[in-house]
Each structure stands twice: as C-alpha cells, then as structure tokens.
C-alpha cells in the first residue's frame, strides 16, 4: 500500500500551476534531518510525518518527501499504513510459493522478499527457514483543502483515461485513493485534483504513458515525433517537462505501446517456481445440444458440417495435449470445459452458476461477443480470459489478445524491407480501394514508384489490371521490390503473372505485400509464380512443416492418428504458453511484458500492455514462398 499522498496538478498556464499546487516534493540532502526541511517550509514535522510516514523510521538521502504549503495543513481524509511490529518464522514446506505463502498471511509477496534478502537472487526452497514480518494498520487523516474534489467514474470509463482529464499520472490517481478498486466500476466515487481545466479524450488520437527515464530523444525514435510535435499536442509539456507516467496525446496513426527491441526467445522450462495447481477454465461453442449421437456415421457428418464445433474440437484437442505437456514438466492443472454453444444466454448462465475468481486463466471463447461478455463479467476480480483465434471488441484490462494487428504486421515487413541492405529499387501496386495503404507506402519510400489499378472507361470503376507499359522503367539491375496491396484475385493473378516474366539474373524481383488477403490464394493465382517472386509477407505464425521434428506433432499423430492441423497447433501452442507463463511467476499479468518473448510450434507471444486497456501479442513471422513451393520462417 502506498504510504503518502499526493497531488500533482498539471495545466496549461504557469500562473494558475503556481497558485493552484498544494503541495511541493524535496529530495533528502545529506545531513538534513526531518525538523530542518519543516524549518525551511515553515511546517511542522508532525505535517512531514502524516504524508510521508516512512520518514519516522528513516531518512534517507535522495528520497523523495511531499511536503504541504501551509494553507493545505487541516485533517480529514483517512490513510492507512501498515507498521512493522514483529517476525514469525516460518519453515518452507513442499509445494509453497512466495505467492501463496503471502496468501497465507496476507501480506505482499515483496513483503516477504524485503525481510529475507536472499530471495532477491535465490528461489524458495523446501526446508528454508523464512521471517514472516507482521504488521499492524495505522489510520492518520489529512486534506488537502481545496484542491480535491470527488468524482463519479462514466461508463467504459478506465484509471488511464481519468488521470489523463485531471492531468495527473495513474500512479498518481492511486495515491490519491488508497483504496481504490483495481478495476473501476461506473458509479465509483473517487478523488481527482479539483482542476478547473479539465482535458476531454479525443477519440481521434491516440494516447501514451511515458515509461520511466524516457525523454525527447527517445519519444522521437519510439513514436517518430519530434519535441516541438510533442509539446504542439500538449502544451502542458513547456511548462512541466516529461515526467515518468504522464499521459501523452499523439497522433491515431502512430502505433502506441512499449518498443518492442530485439530479445532472445525465453525458455521458461527453466525457470518454473511457481508449481501450485493451475485452475483453467476452457469455454468453446461445441453446441453438443446438436449433434446427433445414434450412430458414428451421424456424428461424423455432425462435425464435418458444423464448422464451428469441428474448429472448437480441434482446438481442445491442442489444449489437451498441451495440459499433458505441462504435467511431464510438474505443472499440474486443474481444467474445467465448458460448452458456451455459442449462446449469450448460455455463457450468461455458465457465469452465473459457477465460482470463476478462483481460476488463473479463461481460454477460448471464438467470437468476438462471447469474448466480450466473458471478459467484461471477469474484469473486476482481474481473470486473464484469452481467445486463441479472436480479436475482442474492446480489449479491457484482463485480455490477452492473441492475434497481433495488422498495423503490426504492416509495420512488420515495412520494415523488413528498409532493413535490406541490398534493396535497390521498391515500387508500389494497388487497387484503388488501396490508397489509404499505398500512400502510407509512399511516405515510407518516398522514391519509389506508385502504380494504380486501371480504371473502366465506361463506367469509371475499379478494373482491377494493370498493363505492360505501367511497368516500363521501374525496375533497376539488382534487387527490386514490389508492394501489392489488394484484396482482389484478379489483380493477384494479372500482376504476378506480368512480374513472373521481369524476373532474370540481373533484376530480382521479390513481390511483398503488407495484408496477405485470401485474394492471394485464388484459384486463377498461380502458386509457382508466387514462389518465383519469392512472395514475403507478415504472419502470426510460421507454416508447419511434415518434416519438423516437432515432439508435440509426433505425440498428436501418434494419438490421433493424423497431423494436427492449425487450429489443433494453435491450441496446443496457446495453452502451453499460459501454463508455463503461470508456472514461472505469480501470476499471468507478471509476465505480461515485452522483454518475454516465447516461441513454440507454430506460434510465439510477446505481450505488451496498452494505455487504455489490455495486453497485445506483437510477436509476428515474416515468411515466404520458397522455390519448391513451401512456404518457410525468413531468419532475421
């Protein structure tokens, strides 16, 4: 629990900053003593006290104290801290966590770290013999005058999007109250900063928190915005300065989130110390109601013709195999399946009737709505619910989604092709329902050449070709590449085709395309020409190969009888991810972070929390087609 309050008023005008901030913060100098920085602000100690209750035990040099102007000084708003009165010992027995042993006493797991050093560097072992710190509560009041003000928290309304009004941090917004639910629900009475100019959330922007140590240099090579830029779209910044937390304003077009830098794929095999039993929920839409059981032949003909229960079948079958996994690695789990037969009502009645606080993780849930609802019902006691296959509609603060953007993706192999050193030329084709892409190209590669669709005389329509001469003089000796961005199969077959017949040894041609659409595997769209162009494109996942040596699809074959397919793979790799995840920490949420990067059959996860809601997978593949018709990883 945090031990002070403060308040940390940010506006647009020097004047009213000044005359409206109620309190100060001072950094501990060598030699002061509490008494002499209350002497320098004309308060008493007992008023450095009540806001910085830590300071009674110790003063340390650098620390940070809140100090209140003389007008704030009057008591009323309760704090609580918690006081050190004692040890019990305590002998680590099979199976304990640090996790559950601060369960068990009901204190913080860096409670326990903090009064036994060693765990800092060393895991918990059985036998260890361990202080418990024991602590009473102390309840102290203040209030700081007039410069709070009580406010009723809006529907899909989140902690980020209330600091960002009142020009204050989410940490801030925290201290501010105490006992805050994690969660806010709409309704919520909490504390803000009685600011008369309070900011509106513009939903044609986007938003960033900036991380710790982060200054102009490095918000410029992150988001591509310079100072000026920054301080244009918000001026508080020419009067306060960047500040760890504080929440930016940017463009919608710039992708927000922490920079994801080049890390090592992590093998958490190695580091598994958290082997309590894991609750999972799995919540697919078999509809069972639906299928007849009188003969096999009918159940057969059941799951071929229901689409949806022969996806949910093969990605419990994953899920399964995956449980199996973990258990030969000592992780135990305790799974539940539910059959939501792809009904609100029935998920509605799932929720109602079973206990879901308990479980570590919900997997599942193929569509959007379901994922939604789930998801929303769970938000307050913080359950992680994650779909293998879907995007949410709003990804609130518990969803892990699976699935990277296609903004990611786009970006993805953007840059790949800025990377290649032996790049010579690019050129740009797209559609006219293109142009929105096309020009973001255009911006990327300035010198290459954009080559639209042709349009119809007649009616002035999409035609969907391009001819021979649109492409005189735009490839170069040496390596070209070119962008086709279209979702139709036409312009596919047309463009390959013409492309296919450019391509000699003294001019590569490699055809790229940031959104592979179905239109790419038409039937009119010849797979060899694809594989003479050496077509690369951003995936979320790498193609599974007969040969790969891989143990889960030797296991898969030898119990099924057949190749798991991608969504039996997608299942498998998925829940294999969250149980060692939940393994290696006390929770998902704990390694939720981008400097964890895993990779398994098909698929690898990288998460990062957004601003304004959930976690995002930003792990992706660039992948090609190869001369003998495969499609195969590119090594970066």
């Known amino acids: 629990m945090k031990k002070l309050i403060l308040i940390c008023i940010l506006t647009l005008s020097c004047s009213w900053f000044a005359n409206a901030q109620k309190f100060k913060s001072h950094t501990v100098k060598q030699g002061e003593t509490v008494e002499s920085i209350a002497k320098k602000y004309q308060v008493t100690a007992s008023d450095i006290y009540i806001l910085n209750p830590d300071a009674k035990k110790r003063l340390i040099v650098d620390s940070v104290l809140i100090i209140p102007n003389v007008s704030t000084i009057v008591s009323g708003l309760p704090v609580e801290t918690k006081e050190l009165i004692g040890y019990k010992s305590h002998k680590v027995k099979r199976k304990e966590t640090l996790y559950s042993l601060s369960k068990t006493y009901n204190i913080e797991v860096e ?323 293109h142009t929105n892409v096309s020009n973001r190209l255009k911006s990327e590669f300035p010198n290459a050449k954009l080559i639209l669709s042709r349009k119809d005389d007649k009616t002035g329509r999409d035609a969907y070709y391009i001819q021979a001469t649109n492409l005189n003089g735009a490839f170069v000796s040496g390596k070209n590449y070119v962008f086709l961005e279209t979702a139709n199969e036409a312009l596919v077959s047309n463009v390959t085709s013409m492309l296919n017949g450019l391509t000699n040894k003294n001019q590569e041609v490699i055809l790229v395309t940031t959104n592979k659409t179905d239109a790419f595997e038409g039937v009119n769209v010849s797979n060899y020409h694809l594989s003479n162009l050496q077509f690369h494109y951003a995936s979320i996942n790498r193609s599974l190969n007969s040969d790969h040596p891989d143990s889960f699809v030797k296991s898969y074959k030898k119990k099924y009888g057949v190749e798991p397919n991608r969504f039996a793979v997608r299942g498998f790799d998925l829940t294999l991810d969250i149980l060692l995840r939940l393994a290696s920490a006390d929770d998902l949420y704990q390694t939720a972070n981008s400097a964890i990067e895993t990779e398994y059959t098909e698929n690898k996860f990288r998460y990062s929390k957004k601003p304004q809601g959930g976690y995002l997978n930003e792990a992706v593949y660039i992948v090609k087609y190869t001369s003998d018709l495969t499609i195969e990883e590119v090594k970066l």
């Open 111 to 433: 409670d326990i770290k903090k009064h036994n050093k060693r765990l800092y560097s060393e895991n918990l072992k059985k036998g260890d013999q361990i202080r418990i710190p024991q602590y009473k509560t102390v309840a102290s009041k203040v209030t700081p005058n007039a410069a709070l003000k009580t406010y009723t928290v809006q529907p899909k309304e989140g902690k980020w999007g209330i600091a960002y009004k009142y020009g204050i941090t989410v940490a801030d917004l925290e201290i501010l109250n105490p006992n805050m639910n994690e969660v806010l629900q709409p309704g919520d009475i909490i504390n803000v900063p009685n600011a008369t100019d309070v900011k509106v959330i513009d939903e044609n922007f986007n938003y960033y928190t900036v991380q710790k140590s982060e200054g102009y240099y490095r918000l410029k090579v992150k988001l591509g915005l310079t100072q000026e830029q920054l301080e244009n779209l918000n001026p508080e910044l020419k009067v306060d300065g960047l500040k760890d937390g504080m929440i930016l304003k940017i463009p919608n077009n710039i992708m927000v989130g922490e920079k994801l830098e080049d890390v090592e794929i992590t093998n958490l095999n190695s580091n598994l110390k958290n082997l309590r039993t894991k609750q999972i929920a799995v919540m697919l839409p078999f509809r069972l109601a639906r299928v007849t059981t009188d003969s096999i032949q009918q159940t057969k003909n059941s799951i071929k013709n229901d689409r949806r229960l022969s996806v949910s079948l093969d990605i419990h079958s994953g899920i399964l195999m995956a449980i199996d996994s973990a258990k030969q690695l000592g992780i135990s789990s305790n799974v539940k399946v539910f059959d939501t037969a792809d009904q609100l009502a029935e998920i509605s009645k799932i929720l109602n009737n079973n206990d879901f606080s308990k479980y570590d993780a919900v997997i599942g849930l193929l569509t959007a709505k379901n994922l939604d609802r789930v998801a929303l019902a769970l938000e307050k006691d913080r359950i992680p619910v994650i779909s293998p296959i879907t995007k949410p509609t709003q990804l609130l603060e518990n969803v892990f989604q699976t699935i990277p953007e296609q903004e990611k993706l786009e970006k993805s192999i953007i840059q790949y092709v800025k990377d290649d050193l032996l790049r010579r030329n690019v050129v740009i084709i797209a559609d006219h329902s």
